[in-house]
């Protein structure tokens, strides 16, 4: 029987080894992680993570061959394929702070590896690394081996959180990419083997390492350009008159361009596509690119202008001020179907709110109030200036109430933001809301999901992203 063992249990590896141990009955697969919660909450009824279909997947599996457990050394030891899905954020000091990737975790793992290992593996990288990480890998396994075989492979993630499961279930691509020597096609091979027991031969793309690693940057930066480019044209629309989703439809049809990730929103969020893009920008300075450098660093500038300007805009529509308004902020995870808020622009806005002295009251169905706290109190790397961190006072915190429903949070509140596109923010009964809010009863959807014109009938002042202002 193959042996996977996985090192990492979170949004990635959790979901990811939960597909392969249902498609791959054959196999036995164990997650391992460090942190004793997580894995016990992942042998519980409550797993760590909310992801759509998950629970289903785990209960069929787990106990038969797929076990999550804090005994790392033991399962990586007997593994033939290991893979290592452990964090990798920005460094936040040091040489490359506020852009490199950090490594310290994928480096302790790789180190532990070499240190259990008595037989040879296979060694994954699905963590989102710099290109190049696995010469770096290389160097810690064999320089430690004992006369272990390593190799290995580049298998980066492309799911997307909220529909993971779907997405690895019919993967768009699986991308494996090995040394081109007879150890690494070996090695290949036998990664293509596990994921052929679901996905389809032409689906299972094989590449040299340097290109499956920098792909998985490339695909993110590419995806949050998407963003970016159709938020730097909804501030165009807003000043032209333009409607943004008539602009989006009309560009999409074009089949060069295609119509999926062209909506307009108050910006990207996530783990992923801020730091993904930070790195390359990083790896491109390293690698005497500046030109190309500052190309991708505007994703994120204009990612940051239209957070900024939503807050303006709303303040602005508000009189000015929002001082010791209720705000009503509807959703704060970084995208619907998940309670991940690494990153989400709602930090951004909710921050640029308090600024201004407004009282909040929060909600979103999948995040706890521990996690919002924790989100509002936390410090932001600035890279462009990165000494100046600015911690949030105690007091302003004290302006922020969460709430376990939209009516509560709407109840006497001046204005409502929407950040989150759930889908029960678009049937709510707004005309109860207008009538237990203050007047004038504002509206600011950062997520374009409401019909505007509905809300305006029930006389809302509304704000959707790029579209024709109210009057
Ligand atoms: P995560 O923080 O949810 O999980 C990482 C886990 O690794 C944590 O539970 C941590 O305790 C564990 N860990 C760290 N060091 C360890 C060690 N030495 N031994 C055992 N466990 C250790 O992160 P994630 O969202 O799952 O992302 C993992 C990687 O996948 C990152 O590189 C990320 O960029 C990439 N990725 C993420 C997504 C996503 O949507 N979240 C998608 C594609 C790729």
Request: aromatic letters at 8%; one cysteine or more; glycine letters at 6%.
């Amino acid at each position: 029987m193959v042996k996977i063992c996985c090192i990492g249990a979170g949004y990635v590896g959790g979901p990811t080894m939960a597909v392969i141990a249902l498609k791959c009955p054959s196999i036995e697969v164990a997650v391992v992680d460090i942190s004793v919660p997580r894995i016990n909450a992942w042998n519980s009824d409550q797993l760590p993570i909310y992801e759509p279909g998950l629970d289903e997947v785990v209960k069929q599996c787990r106990g038969r061959n797929l076990f999550f457990s804090t005994d790392v050394e033991k399962h990586v030891c007997e593994a033939d394929i290991v893979f290592v899905s452990v964090n990798t954020p920005t460094k936040t000091r040091g040489l490359g702070a506020g852009k490199a990737a950090d490594l310290t975790y994928w480096e302790s793992a790789a180190r532990m590896i070499a240190d259990v290992s008595k037989s040879d593996k296979i060694v994954v990288e699905k963590s989102t690394v710099p290109v190049k990480t696995a010469e770096a890998i290389e160097k810690i396994l064999m320089h430690n081996s004992k006369g272990i075989n390593f190799q290995i492979l580049s298998n980066p993630e492309f799911l997307a959180e909220g529909t993971a499961i779907e997405d690895l279930f019919k993967p768009d691509r699986v991308l494996i990419g090995g040394r081109e020597t007879p150890g690494g096609q070996k090695a290949i091979q036998a990664l293509k083997d596990v994921y052929a027991h679901w996905v389809p031969e032409d689906r299972i793309l094989t590449t040299n390492l340097w290109s499956a690693e920098l792909s998985k940057l490339a695909a993110n930066a590419f995806l949050a350009q998407r963003i970016s480019s159709v938020n730097a044209m909804s501030a165009l629309c807003e000043a032209t008159g333009a409607d943004v989703t008539q602009v989006s439809y009309a560009v999409g049809k074009d089949s060069r361009i295609g119509p999926k990730f062209l909506n307009a929103s108050v910006g990207f969020g996530g783990s992923c596509f801020q730091k993904d893009i930070l790195n390359l920008v990083y790896i491109c300075e390293c690698n005497g690119l500046p030109e190309v450098a500052e190309y991708w660093k505007q994703v994120i500038k204009i990612n940051d202008y239209q957070k900024s300007r939503f807050v303006n805009r709303l303040v602005s529509s508000m009189f000015n001020t929002v001082a010791n308004k209720k705000i009503a902020v509807l959703g704060f995870a970084f995208k619907k179907d998940t309670g991940d808020t690494r990153e989400t622009p709602a930090i951004d806005v909710c921050k640029g709110l308090l600024g201004d002295k407004a009282r909040l009251s929060i909600y979103d169905p999948q995040v706890t109030e521990d996690q919002i706290q924790r989100d509002l109190t936390m410090n932001k790397f600035d890279w462009d200036h990165p000494l100046h961190l600015q911690p949030m006072s105690p007091t302003t915190v004290k302006q922020v109430s969460v709430v376990w429903s939209a009516y509560e949070a709407t109840k006497d509140a001046h204005g409502i933001c929407i950040l989150t596109e759930w889908d029960e923010f678009k049937t709510l009964d707004y005309q109860k809301i207008y009538d237990n809010m203050q007047k004038p009863a504002f509206i600011f959807d950062g997520r374009n999901i409401v019909d505007a014109e509905k809300l305006r009938e029930i006389g809302f002042i509304v704000y959707s992203i790029g579209k024709p202002l109210d009057a």
